[in-house]
């Protein structure tokens, strides 16, 4: 007789890698999130805040209630850097600001959730938090790539919300506007549009930009390429595919 225990077909173990953090770059009231890249080892923590109940009708042994719950996580980054600029990615360059500053500069908004590979998401894996952030160096050998290990801390009682994320289906991207006009070669401009996020390619008449840097899902900044002037094609290459191409007028 087999003392195998049977799973419904419908269920799939879970994976190391399924879950997501954005760190809030907009208002609390409007927020922007923008995912953190590169991330590994999300170890999140809920620890109970506990008041002592004990009485004489314990005999002596512990009691105590739980009155609360803090929130803190550890997890790690890649130090990925603009050529151009020198900054990181703009969540990373969030939490780098927040672990020097003070005061409410110190804070971030983020939340956190389940992200599967396959199947839906749990509906309430997931959580939103202001934090405090502590940043050290993992990586400190002569060939290793960039990498920090970051820890965020509660402030107050992390609030659970409905998870967000949609799914892993990615749209075209669209270009809005490029500003501003007449760019020169190696001049910046700032890409508009939608659906920018993990952006593989930016071309300028099928000539990649030196450098580009992808501020969040609506916004690049690139580095125009030598070419010679004239109205050109600008196309964003995503994972979900080439955007339309945008008529640009640049300079030589």
Request: net charge negative; no cysteine.
């Amino acid at each position: 007789m087999s003392n195998r225990v049977s799973l419904p077909a419908s269920t799939t173990l879970g994976k190391s890698y399924e879950y997501g953090l954005d760190v809030n770059l907009g208002t609390y009231a409007a927020p922007i999130w923008q995912p953190v890249r590169r991330m590994s080892a999300w170890q999140p923590a809920t620890p109970p805040i506990t008041t002592d109940v004990a009485s004489y009708d314990d005999l002596g042994s512990p009691n105590e209630d739980v009155t609360g719950r803090g929130f803190n996580a550890s997890f790690t980054v890649q130090g990925n850097r603009s050529l151009t600029t020198g900054l990181y990615l703009p969540e990373l360059e969030a939490m780098v600001a927040a672990a020097k500053a003070k005061a409410e500069g110190a804070v971030l908004d983020v939340r956190w959730y389940h992200k599967p590979e396959t199947g839906t998401p749990h509906p309430t894996d997931a959580g939103r938090a202001s934090v405090t952030v502590e940043i050290t160096r993992s990586n400190t050998d002569n060939t290793g790539i960039e990498v920090k290990s970051i820890t965020i801390t509660g402030k107050g009682e992390f609030e659970q919300i409905n998870n967000p994320f949609q799914g892993w289906d990615v749209t075209v991207p669209s270009i809005l506007s490029i500003s501003p006009s007449g760019a020169l070669s190696g001049d910046l401009v700032t890409i508009n549009g939608s659906g920018f996020l993990d952006a593989s390619a930016v071309t300028f008449d099928t000539i990649p930009a030196d450098d580009y840097q992808i501020v969040n899902g609506s916004t690049i900044i690139a580095l125009v390429p030598t070419d010679t002037a004239g109205t050109v094609p600008v196309v964003v290459t995503t994972p979900g595919g080439a955007s339309p191409a945008y008529q640009y007028t640049r300079g030589a």
